[in-house]
Nanobody, 114 residues
């Protein structure tokens, strides 16, 4: 099993920045994919960004150029640097780990005020 511990999030003003981190522990294969998804009130959970152990990344169009995902494979940690935040980025952000199975974090709330 994999355990995920998320940190970061909180409140920011439009145009501001926040940084999310997610540390994975447990049974982790050499190749895995970690990423962030988000769910706004009344909406479905959606992809924000993912990164694999080869540093191949994928971003939602809505965050390209503003968010950057990175990882430290030695620490099994993924980071999401969120810049130029917009009110529509307000959501609960969930870390996801895809290895032997799929594991979700508990979520961390991000609120962007206009």
């Amino acid at each position: 099993q994999v355990q995920l511990v998320e940190s970061g999030g909180g409140l920011a003003q439009a145009g501001g920045s926040l940084r999310l981190s997610c540390a994975a522990s447990g049974s982790i294969p050499r190749f895995n994919i970690m990423g962030w998804y988000r769910q706004a009130p009344g909406k479905q959970r959606e992809l924000v960004a993912t990164i694999d152990t080869g540093d191949i990344t994928d971003y939602a169009d809505s965050v390209k150029g503003r968010f950057t995902i990175s990882r430290d494979n030695a620490k099994n940690t993924v980071h999401l640097q969120m810049n130029s935040l917009k009110p529509e980025d307000t959501a609960v952000y969930y870390c996801k780990h895809l290895g032997w199975g799929v594991t979700w974090g508990q979520g961390t709330r991000v609120t962007v005020s206009s």
